[in-house]
């Protein structure tokens, strides 16, 4: 009897290690760069190349692969804001994306700063648009790779640990246990609802700080100081 899961994780498997990892990383490049990154599964891409992963040395390069491939993306995306952002913005495709996208964007990185360019990492939508709204405002591109570049880590971390553990456990219990495939299919699940309920906590906290209407917080007014009578 043919196993389905066993059978797609022999094909991932016999991938060329090479070619498995720089697809991940192009993935991530696309995943995280304006426009396309709306369109490219980049989490789906890397979640299965990683599952080919059978040694240290290649989780460690499928790691590697994947942030480099994440910063670059968040790069050029920083770069086509600093050169064209407006004009992207104007765009039939920017105009495709809708204004209120565009204004999330911008108030979040304005009232937020750094905050903004780590957290967006994790939100869907935010994650394409902040770098590109990022690199048409004031903030130099230091500051900006100096906050991307935990969250890449983190994140790309978190799929290729997943994946590949999950596919090696498999690989040890399918022998053994007839439910071993169940099991892999909760591990993943459990993870993308993680990564789901993560998402909606953060989305809820920072909502008050990308959302037009609301205004930032100011201090209450002081009353001007008391001027003494002049001296006859």
Not at 65 to 94: D, N, Q, T
């Amino acid at each position: 009897m043919i196993d389905p899961l066993g059978w797609i994780l022999a094909i991932v498997h016999d991938v060329d290690p090479i070619t498995r990892t720089l697809l991940a990383a192009a993935g991530m490049f696309c995943e995280t760069t304006i426009l396309i990154g709306l369109l490219i599964p980049g989490d789906t891409i890397v979640l299965v190349a990683s599952t080919g992963v059978s040694n240290p040395a290649e989780y460690l390069g499928m790691l590697v692969a994947v942030i480099v491939g994440s910063l670059a993306g968040e790069s050029v995306g920083y770069a086509l804001g600093w050169w064209f952002g407006h004009r992207i913005r104007a765009s039939r495709l920017g105009r495709r994306l809708g204004e209120a996208n565009w204004v999330r964007a911008e108030q979040y990185v304005d009232r937020r700063g750094g905050i903004a360019i780590f957290v967006s990492r994790f939100l869907p939508v935010l994650h394409s648009l902040v770098p590109l709204t990022v690199g048409m405002s004031e903030l130099r591109y230091r500051r900006f790779i100096a906050w991307t570049a935990p969250a890449c880590v983190i994140w790309a971390t978190a799929y290729v640990t997943v994946g590949t553990l999950a596919a090696g456990g498999y690989r040890q219990l399918s022998s053994q246990l007839h439910w071993a495939g169940y099991l892999f299919g909760g591990v993943v699940l459990a993870f993308f609802a993680a990564v789901l309920l993560i998402r909606r906590a953060i989305e809820r906290r920072e909502a008050r700080h990308w959302n037009p209407a609301a205004t930032p917080e100011t201090p209450p007014p002081t009353a001007p100081p008391a001027i003494g009578k002049p001296r006859e």
